[in-house]
């Protein structure tokens, strides 16, 4: 059974962007830190964007800062993130991680995960 449901990934060409969405059950949206991790082949999974639920304190990885924006909607449970000026190194899984910790969550060791997003961009 799918803990996070992720929805929004797909193909784009190089410079456009996209928007992935992560909804919660809202007895694990409350009081969490949720963030979005991604996967490349032959590489370890790592964190990009977080938010904590509670405050909507947000970080970015400095690798991306500047081109992502994550967000929530307390009403619905969902964290969105938007992907701006995306390159073909920006392809990979991208999957939703939500855990009391926003470290763990950045660090890539976040208890609860959406099932991944295929992101494609082409040049």
């Known amino acids: 059974q799918e803990q996070l449901v992720e929805s929004g990934g797909g193909s784009v060409q190089a410079g456009g962007s996209l928007t992935l969405s992560c909804t919660a059950p809202?007895?694990?949206?409350?009081?969490?830190?949720m963030g979005w991790v991604r996967q490349v082949p032959g590489k370890e999974r790592e964190g990009g964007a977080r938010?904590?639920?509670?405050?909507?304190?947000?970080l970015y990885a400095d690798s991306v800062k500047g081109r992502l924006t994550i967000s929530l909607n307390n009403a619905k449970n969902t964290v969105y993130l938007q992907m701006n000026s995306l390159n073909p190194e920006d392809t990979g899984t991208y999957f939703c991680?939500?855990?009391?910790?926003?470290?763990?969550?950045?660090?890539?060791?976040?208890?609860?995960w959406g099932q991944g997003s295929q992101v494609t961009v082409s040049s």
């Open positions: 991680a939500a855990d009391p910790s926003c470290d763990m969550v950045m660090s890539a060791r976040a208890t609860y």
């Open positions: 809202e007895d694990m949206y409350n009081r969490r830190c």
């Open positions: 938010i904590y639920t509670a405050t909507s304190s947000r």
